[in-house]
């Protein structure tokens, strides 16, 4: 199956920001990502990126990108960035912020980028790149701990599914940008909703959801989305004021690197035990949000216990979630499969009641798109402004 992955952006105006990135990076403070740094920054951690390609050749990636370790199989230009949004999300990830680029949020992480095709390829360069399930079936067999996938499709492919979970048996940590189309349609987008991948939401500096951040059971974690820094494109000459849901997963991950990094012998089932038993929220541990997940991530409160208990290394903390699979936010049923070519899930969702994250650690705008073999599907990562609602999770 051919797989072309397309970049929808949807955000703010692209005025280039200021010459100091860094101090765009409202998130960082807001994490207090210094006191983070004193703990760990993310060293011995591989971090896999899917997206556009990695440039390894910005003053913020210089020396962290590691293309030697992407297999000849599916390597089809991993280093050449044909969007700008790949490189972005690996500088969130572990940007060394020389000469006041982009500061990652755990900089001495290392990036493992793989391509995939999206739109604004050529037809012949889209029949190279390599099939999403194949990329991700190498990073399962590769000692990358982490997989970001800033991305959404609303189609649901077994091949991919397949992958994922092979991956997950893998010991794999896997996050994924739930989508920005809460406004308009409100999709279900893989691989966010496959078992074992973690939906990342988008969140303002109050912690409060982004109105174009989708909602549904599938949202696990939330985490900044608006207004941070990004390539304005692929030249590469400046920055813009960017975020979604795309960054709100790559600032995940790079949440993950730094605790694994801490505690190197813990499970992906550890790791992500200790971000959702520790994420910012004003409701109750088991009433998770349709639109802030568990909360919105804190990887500063497992990193200042030196001792802090991640809980059994074999036990899923998202087993319900998993087990239940994609539910329609209405019946709290499983969602309906619609008639496309493998077997779509989709949920709707639905708005309900207010309330923010007890603890800001929170983005905002750039969209992508994904084509799988001949359906195409809306993949999200961009941003717009923010709404202050949490609806309770059919479960």
Same mark, same amino acid.
């Given at each position: 199956?051919?797989?072309?992955?397309?970049?929808?952006?949807?955000?703010?105006?692209?005025?280039?920001?200021?010459?100091?990135?860094?101090?765009?990076?409202?998130?960082?403070?807001?994490?207090?990502?210094?006191?983070?740094?004193?703990?760990?920054?993310?060293?011995?951690?591989?971090?896999?990126?899917?997206d556009s390609g990695v440039n390894p050749?910005?003053?913020?990636?210089?020396?962290?990108?590691?293309?030697?370790?992407?297999?000849?199989?599916?390597?089809?230009? !991993?280093?050449?960035?044909?969007?700008?949004?790949?490189?972005?999300?690996?500088?969130?990830?572990?940007?060394?912020?020389?000469?006041?680029?982009?500061?990652?949020?755990?900089?001495?992480?290392?990036?493992?980028?793989?391509?995939v095709s999206m739109t604004g390829l050529?037809?012949?360069?889209?029949?190279?790149?390599?099939?999403?399930?194949?990329?991700?079936?190498?990073?399962?067999?590769?000692?990358?701990?982490?997989?970001?996938?800033?991305?959404?499709?609303?189609?649901?492919?077994?091949?991919?599914?397949?992958?994922?979970?092979?991956? %997950?048996?893998?010991?794999?940590?896997?996050?994924?940008?739930?989508?920005?189309?809460?406004?308009?349609?409100?999709?279900?987008?893989?691989?966010?909703a496959y078992p074992y991948v973690v939906?990342?939401?988008?969140?303002?500096?109050?912690?409060?959801?982004?109105?174009?951040?989708? %909602?549904?059971?599938?949202?696990?974690? $939330?985490?900044?989305?608006?207004?941070?820094?990004?390539?304005?494109?692929?030249?590469?000459?400046?920055?813009?004021?960017?975020?979604?849901?795309? !960054? !709100?997963?790559?600032?995940?991950?790079?949440?993950?690197?730094?605790?694994?990094?801490? %505690?190197?012998?813990?499970?992906?089932?550890?790791?992500?035990?200790?971000?959702?038993?520790?994420?910012?929220?004003?409701?109750?541990?088991?009433?998770?949000?349709?639109?802030?997940?568990?909360?919105?991530?804190?990887?500063?409160?497992?990193?200042?216990?030196?001792?802090?208990?991640?809980?059994?290394?074999?036990?899923?903390?998202?087993?319900?979630?998993?087990?239940?699979?994609?539910?329609?936010?209405?019946?709290?049923?499983?969602?309906?499969?619609?008639?496309?070519?493998? $077997?779509?899930?989709?949920?709707?969702?639905?708005?309900?009641?207010?309330?923010?994250?007890?603890?800001?650690?929170?983005?905002?705008?750039?969209?992508?798109?994904?084509?799988?073999?001949?359906? $195409?599907?809306?993949?999200?990562?961009?941003?717009?402004?923010?709404?202050?609602?949490?609806?309770?999770?059919?479960?």
């Amino acid at each position: 199956m051919l797989g072309v992955v397309a970049v929808l952006s949807a955000g703010l105006a692209p005025g280039a920001v200021a010459a100091d990135t860094q101090s765009q990076q409202w998130y960082l403070s807001a994490m207090k990502a210094e006191e983070m740094w004193k703990a760990s920054t993310g060293e011995g951690v591989k971090v896999a990126v899917v997206d556009s390609g990695v440039n390894p050749n910005t003053q913020s990636l210089k020396g962290r990108v590691l293309a030697d370790e992407v297999p000849k199989a599916v390597n089809y230009k !991993a280093t050449e960035d044909f969007l700008g949004h790949g490189t972005t999300m690996a500088e969130l990830i572990a940007g060394t912020g020389d000469g006041g680029s982009l500061k990652g949020l755990a900089p001495e992480a290392q990036i493992i980028p793989y391509r995939v095709s999206m739109t604004g390829l050529d037809k012949a360069e889209s029949k190279r790149a390599p099939e999403m399930s194949a990329v991700i079936r190498a990073i399962a067999d590769s000692d990358a701990k982490v997989i970001n996938m800033s991305f959404g499709v609303e189609l649901d492919y077994p091949d991919i599914r397949d992958a994922v979970q092979y991956a %997950h048996e893998k010991g794999k940590l896997m996050f994924a940008a739930t989508g920005n189309d809460a406004e308009s349609e409100n999709y279900i987008d893989f691989p966010a909703a496959y078992p074992y991948v973690v939906g990342v939401a988008a969140s303002d500096k109050n912690g409060k959801v982004a109105k174009f951040s989708e %909602h549904g059971n599938y949202v696990d974690l $939330a985490a900044p989305g608006l207004d941070t820094p990004g390539w304005c494109d692929a030249t590469f000459r400046s920055y813009c004021n960017q975020g979604g849901t795309s !960054a !709100a997963t790559a600032i995940a991950s790079a949440s993950a690197a730094l605790v694994w990094s801490a %505690h190197p012998d813990w499970t992906a089932y550890q790791v992500l035990g200790s971000l959702i038993d520790t994420a910012g929220r004003d409701w109750a541990r088991d009433d998770p949000s349709t639109y802030l997940g568990y909360g919105l991530i804190r990887p500063r409160k497992v990193l200042e216990k030196a001792d802090y208990d991640p809980g059994p290394a074999d036990t899923d903390p998202l087993a319900r979630e998993n087990k239940a699979g994609v539910l329609t936010a209405e019946s709290g049923t499983p969602a309906t499969p619609s008639p496309a070519p493998s $077997a779509v899930e989709s949920s709707k969702g639905s708005p309900g009641g207010e309330a923010v994250a007890a603890e800001t650690e929170a983005s905002d705008g750039t969209t992508l798109w994904i084509v799988l073999g001949a359906a $195409a599907g809306v993949l999200v990562i961009g941003g717009g402004a923010f709404a202050v609602v949490r609806s309770r999770r059919s479960t």
